[in-house]
């Protein structure tokens, strides 16, 4: 069994800055690497796949990139509505999720 | 436009069932897999069943393996999931949710419904 683990747990952050999201995975798996955005009282929305294609109108300051076991999701400026949890998932390997990062306001 | 909408919410006692539907709408619902995907109260998300685009093959998490079952009806646009000898750690969100695709994207999530509750207690 795979297993994602995100890091940090909870990230801080000042509006306009950057924000970098890690997500690691115990053995090398391949790109089917997905990030998701989840905000309070909401479902989960897809924001990338293929470990870095954005989905569907997703914002071009979300960007994602890593390979191997290393993983990395980026918000280039951040804006108030992007103050969410956000799950990686190992996508061909049962769906398995990563525990979440929380990015706060700082 | 693509939507999916839960119904089913509700409370049960440990050991009692519950079944959950959610009704697809804006794409070919028999030509996609679909999932389910729970969330404890302030937890983080738990993958637990998946349905064929046909019905024919089913998946479960080890967690509820033996106690849920899940099914579909292609010619109603419906999913569902029958929680048996439910227990309190059971009690959650549950998410239906589409699959992206065939292949690699089978566990891919592109649509989510809105969630339901489900509660169980004495």
Known sequence: EILMTQSPATLSVSPGERATLSCRASHTISNTLAWYQQKPGQAPRLLIYGASTRATGVPARFSGSGSGTEFTLTISSLQSEDFAVYYCQLYNNWGAFGQGTKLEIK | EVQLVQSGEGLVQPGGSLRLSCV?????FGSYAMHWVRQAPGKGLEYISAITSDGGSTFYADSVKGRFTVSRDNSKNMLYLQMDILRPEDMAVYYCAKAFGGG??????DYWG?????TVSS
Do not use: E, I, M, R
């Open chain 2, 114 to 118: 809105q969630g339901t509750l489900v």
């Open chain 2, 104 to 109: 690699d994207y089978w566990n891919l999530f």
């Open chain 2, 24 to 28: 697809a709408s804006g794409f070919t």
